[in-house]
């Protein structure tokens, strides 16, 4: 299984582009690339997701690298209710069905 | 249109009774899936299931643990004999049968479960 590494916090400015890196350097070519965010104790939130190319909704944008071994998430102006914590998962496919594994994931703080 | 929707939201028990924790899932989703999350932990996965069928429970307790999904109704996760330590926040997501959004999840509110 593909583990994905993410700083534990960070923060940003009001305004500013939220920039949330995530390395899966073990990914393997059909694994997609989730990102979900918690904001304090509610149900994860779907953001985005992306195979290989640079994916952008309503929400953010997902830029993954040529060699998809990692990828960066961007809001481009942080609100103060874009603090949460957000989770990079790269899914995981078994014989059964969808599972994804929900690492400790990155806390931004957008300040003021 | 309905997210996915989860009751109670807020459960107390005692030791030694049961829980039980429903999931409606968004309108024209089939696949239930149902997490819980520790104190100051991540999300980890419970079970999956299809209308009338357990996909993978892989990540389910081997004992008093139950999941069902009937053919009508919502999905119900059922804790026999709870301890302390089950108490927790039990996430329910719900996903399409197809389309390009096939693999996405879509999470309910969550139901915390507070074991006395």
């Known amino acids: 299984d593909a583990k994905t590494t993410q700083p534990p916090s960070m923060d940003c400015a009001e305004g500013r582009a939220a920039n949330l890196p995530c390395n899966h350097s073990?990914?393997?070519?059909?694994?997609?690339v989730y990102w979900y965010r918690q904001i304090h104790s509610q149900g994860p939130q779907y953001i985005i997701h992306?195979?290989?190319n640079n994916e952008t909704n309503e929400m953010a944008s997902l830029i993954i690298t040529e060699d998809r071994k990692s990828s960066t998430l961007i809001l481009p102006h942080a609100t103060l209710r874009d603090t949460a914590v957000y989770y990079c998962?790269?899914?995981?496919?078994?014989?059964?069905?969808?599972?994804?594994?929900f690492g400790p994931g990155t806390r931004l703080s957008v300040l003021p | 249109n309905a997210g996915v929707m989860q009751n109670p939201r807020h459960l107390v028990r005692r030791r030694g009774q049961e829980a039980r924790l429903r999931c409606s899932p968004m309108k024209g989703h089939s696949h239930v899936y149902w997490y819980r999350q520790l104190p100051e932990e991540g999300l980890k996965f419970m079970v999956y299931?299809?209308?009338?069928?357990?996909?993978?429970e892989s990540g389910m307790p081997k004992e008093r643990f139950s999941a069902e999904f009937p053919k009508e109704g919502p999905s119900i996760l059922r804790i026999q004999q709870v301890v302390r330590g089950d108490s927790a926040a039990y996430f329910c997501?719900?996903?399409?049968?197809?389309?390009?959004?096939?693999?996405?999840?879509?999470f309910g509110p969550g139901t915390r479960l507070t074991v006395l």
């Open positions: 998962i790269v899914r995981v496919a078994n014989n059964y069905g969808q599972n994804f594994v």
């Open positions: 997501a719900s996903s399409p049968p197809g389309g390009p959004l096939a693999d996405t999840q879509y």
């Open positions: 992306g195979l290989k």
């Open positions: 073990t990914i393997s070519g059909n694994e997609y």
């Open positions: 299931l299809q209308k009338e069928n357990i996909i993978d």
